[in-house]
C-alpha cells in the first residue's frame, strides 16, 4: 500500500471532526464565491448611467457583508475541526509507532542510533501532521473554489470557461514533474535531519569522552559536514520552490489575462452586443480567485512532498518486523535451564558460541568466565531471549523458550547490568517500574534487604530522592545497589548478575557482595565476572574462549587442572599485589 493511501488510512480513524472541517469549508468557499454575482446584479440592475437606486445596493451590501461574516466564522470552525482530526490522527500513529518499537527486536536498536529513531517519533510525524492541517485544508480549499469558479465562469461565458480549462494540464504536468525532482531532494533533507539528530544525541551522551580527549573540533567538524550537506539540498528545493510557486503561476496568470482581452476586445468589436460592466467585473473577480487557489496548490507540493516522505519513514518503521507484546502469564517456573547444542551468530555464519552444552539447575549459581569476546554476553542474550539460537535448543523446565512469549517468560527473569539504567523519577520508582504489583512497602523492604539503606541514607529525600535520567547525580555504588532492588522486588526465578561488582570501590563491593548472596537465595543465577575473586563460592564456572567452552568445575577443581582459569586467575592475584 502506497504512502499517500495508508495516510488516508489514518484519516480515516478520525474522519468525523476531518469530514466537519471539510463540510465547512465547502460551505464558507460557496459563500465567498456568491460575492461576484452580488456585484455583477449591483453593477448591472442598480448603477446604471444617470441613476443610482440606494435601496437595493444597500440591501445587497448587507447580504454581502453577511456572507464575507459566515465566510470568516466558517473557516474557523473549519480551521477547528481540522486542527482536530490532524492531531488525533498524528497523536494515533506516535502512539502506534512507540507501542511498536516496543517490539522489535534488540538488533534492530543496535543498527540504528537513537537519534534517528528519535527523529522519526518526533519531526517526521509533526511534517505529516502538516499534511493533515496544512496540505488538506489549502488543497480542499484550492479544489472547491476552483470547481466554483469554473461553475460561475460557464454561466458567465462558457467559450471563456473553457480556454481558461487549458490551464489545467499545465498544473498537473508540473507537479508530476516537480514530484519526481522534490522526491530526492527530501529524501536527503529528512534523512539528514535524521543524522543530526543522531550526532547531537551521540555527542551529549558522550560529551565526558570527548571533552576528556580533546575531540570538540572533530565533532564539530562532523556536525558541521551534515549541516551543510543539509543546507545544500535545502538550496536546491528552494531554487526548484520558487521556480514552481509565484513565477509559475504569474505566467500562466498573465496569459489567461492577455487571452482574456484579446477574446472580449474581439467580441466588443464584431458583435452588435457588449458586454456588460457588471459581467466584466465579475469575469475578472473570478479569474483573480481561480488563480489564488492554484497558487495555493502549487505552493504546498513542497509541503505534500516533505509529509509523504515524512510518512514514508515513519511507515518504514511500522513495516519492521515486530513480535506483539504477550499479556499471557506463565507461573513461576523452578529455573532449571538446560542448553543443548546451542551456536549462535549475530551476522550469518559467524558464530560467536559454538555447540554450547551446560545445566544450570534451581537454586545453583552458574558464572561464566573468559576473556572479551569469548560469548559470555552472548548466552545471556539467548537466555533473555533478546535474540534465538541459531542451532541447538534451550529450555526452562523442560520447555523450549521459543514455544513461549517472550513476555511470559521474561516474567520471571532479572537482570543486574555492569552499568545500571536508571530512569526519571525517583529511586523508589526506579525499583518498582511503577509495576502495580509492587507495593511501597516491597520496595522498601528491598532497598533494606541489599543494604542500600546505608548507601543511600544521605539523601534529602530518602527512597523520594529525584533520579536524573541514567541516575547521573548516583554514585556507581548507588545505581547498582538500586538495581539490585529493583531484581530482588520483582522475586526472578533466573537471575542474571552482569559484571555486577565491576565499577565501584572495594567498601561498597563488600555490601554488593552481600546483596548478592540475599538476592541469589534460591534462584538460579548466572553471573558474568571478570573479578573472579567474587565467585570462588560458584556451583560451577563456565569459561569460555571464542564461543567454546573449554573448562568446567568448581573454583578448586579448575585451579587444580592448572588450565585457562588458574591462568587467569593467578594474573588477577599478581595484578593486585603489585
Known amino acids: 500500500m502506497s504512502t499517500s493511501k495508508r495516510l488516508f488510512h489514518y484519516a480515516m480513524y478520525f474522519k468525523q471532526p476531518i469530514l466537519l472541517g471539510l ?82 527486536p534488540i538488533h534492530y536498536f543496535d543498527n540504528l542510533p537513537a537519534g534517528k529513531i528519535v527523529a522519526r517519533v518526533t519531526n ?33 461565458n462558457w467559450r471563456m470557461a473553457l480556454l481558461s480549462l ?18 530526492k531532494y527530501n529524501n536527503v533533507i ?27 573540533q572533530q565533532m564539530s567538524k562532523e556536525f558541521d559536514d551534515m549541516n551543510n550537506e543539509h543546507y545544500e539540498y535545502q538550496r536546491k528545493l528552494l531554487f526548484l520552490d520558487s521556480a514552481t510557486s509565484f513565477n509559475l503561476v504569474n505566467t500562466l496568470r498573465l496569459i489567461m489575462f492577455t487571452v482574456f482581452i484579446f477574446y472580449f476586445g474581439m467580441q466588443s468589436m464584431t458583435m452588435t452586443e457588449v458586454i456588460s460592466a457588471g459581467t466584466l467585473y465579475a469575469f475578472v473577480d473570478y479569474l483573480i480567485k481561480l488563480f489564488n487557489p492554484i497558487t495555493n496548490i502549487v505552493n504546498q507540493f513542497s509541503q505534500l512532498e516533505r509529509s509523504l516522505i515524512a510518512g514514508k519513514r515513519v511507515f518504514e518503521i511500522l513495516d519492521m518486523n515486530g513480535e506483539p507484546v504477550s499479556q499471557e502469564s506463565l507461573p513461576r517456573y523452578q529455573g532449571n535451564v538446560v542448553f543443548e547444542n546451542v551456536s549462535f551468530a549475530y551476522k550469518k555464519e559467524e558464530y560467536v558460541l559454538k555447540n554450547v552444552s551446560f545445566e544450570a539447575h534451581q537454586g545453583e549459581t552458574i558464572a561464566l568466565v573468559g576473556h572479551t569476546g569469548s560469548g559470555k554476553s552472548s548466552i545471556m542474550n539467548l537466555l533473555f531471549r533478546f535474540y534465538d539460537p541459531s542451532k541447538g535448543k534451550i529450555s526452562i523446565d523442560g520447555i523450549d523458550v521459543t514455544i513461549v512469549s517472550r513476555q511470559s517468560m521474561r516474567e520471571h527473569m532479572g537482570i543486574v547490568l ?63 545497589l538500586i538495581s539490585f532492588a529493583r531484581a530482588l522486588a520483582f522475586d526472578p526465578a533466573i537471575l542474571i548478575l552482569d559484571e555486577a561488582t565491576s565499577n565501584i570501590d572495594t567498601e561498597t563491593e563488600e555490601i554488593i557482595q552481600h546483596a548478592m548472596d540475599v538476592l541469589k537465595k534460591g534462584r538460579t543465577t548466572f553471573i558474568i565476572a571478570h573479578r573472579l575473586s567474587t565467585i570462588k ?11 567454546v567452552i573449554v573448562e568446567r568445575g568448581t573454583h578448586d577443581e579448575l585451579l587444580a587442572q592448572g588450565g585457562v582459569y588458574e591462568k587467569m586467575y593467578q594474573m588477577q592475584a599478581k595484578s593486585l599485589k603489585e
Do not use: C
Open 190 to 216: 529528512r534523512t539528514k535531519i535524521a543524522d543530526i539528530n543522531g550526532i547531537i544525541n551521540e555527542s551529549i551522551q558522550g560529551m565526558t569522552i570527548i571533552q576528556a580527549f580533546r575531540r570538540e
Open 537 to 547: 563460592n560458584a556451583n560451577r564456572i563456565l569459561v569460555l574462549d571464542r564461543g
Open 166 to 183: 487549458t490551464m489545467m494540464p499545465v498544473i498537473y504536468l508540473w507537479m508530476i514533474l516537480y514530484r519526481k525532482i522534490a522526491s
Open 418 to 480: 555492569q552499568d545500571p539504567y536508571l530512569f526519571t523519577g525517583t529511586i523508589a520508582s526506579n525499583v518498582s517500574l511503577n509495576n502495580p504489583n509492587i507495593t511501597r512497602e516491597k520496595v522498601e523492604a528491598s532497598l533494606k534487604a541489599v543494604g542500600a539503606e546505608h548507601v543511600l541514607s544521605n539523601l534529602p529525600n530518602g527512597y523520594d530522592e529525584p533520579v536524573i535520567e541514567k541516575g547521573s547525580t548516583l554514585s556507581s555504588g548507588q545505581r547498582q
Open 124 to 156: 517526521d510525524t509533526e511534517a505529516v501532521r502538516n499534511l493533515y492541517v496544512q496540505v488538506l485544508s489549502n488543497f480542499m480549499t484550492s479544489f472547491i473554489s476552483i470547481f466554483g469558479v469554473y461553475v460561475a465562469l460557464f454561466i458567465l
Open 23 to 104: 463540510f465547512f469549508l465547502t460551505i464558507a468557499v460557496f459563500t465567498e464565491l456568491v460575492g461576484p454575482f452580488i456585484a455583477k446584479h449591483i453593477i448591472d440592475n442598480y448603477m446604471t448611467i444617470g441613476q443610482i437606486e440606494i435601496k437595493p445596493i444597500a440591501w445587497l451590501l448587507i447580504i454581502y457583508l453577511a456572507l464575507a461574516v459566515a465566510t470568516a466564522i466558517l473557516r474557523y470552525y473549519m480551521y477547528i475541526y481540522l486542527q482536530v482530526g490532524a492531531n488525533r490522527v498524528v497523536q494515533k500513529l506516535r502512539k502506534d509507532v512507540f507501542e511498536h518499537l516496543q517490539t522489535l
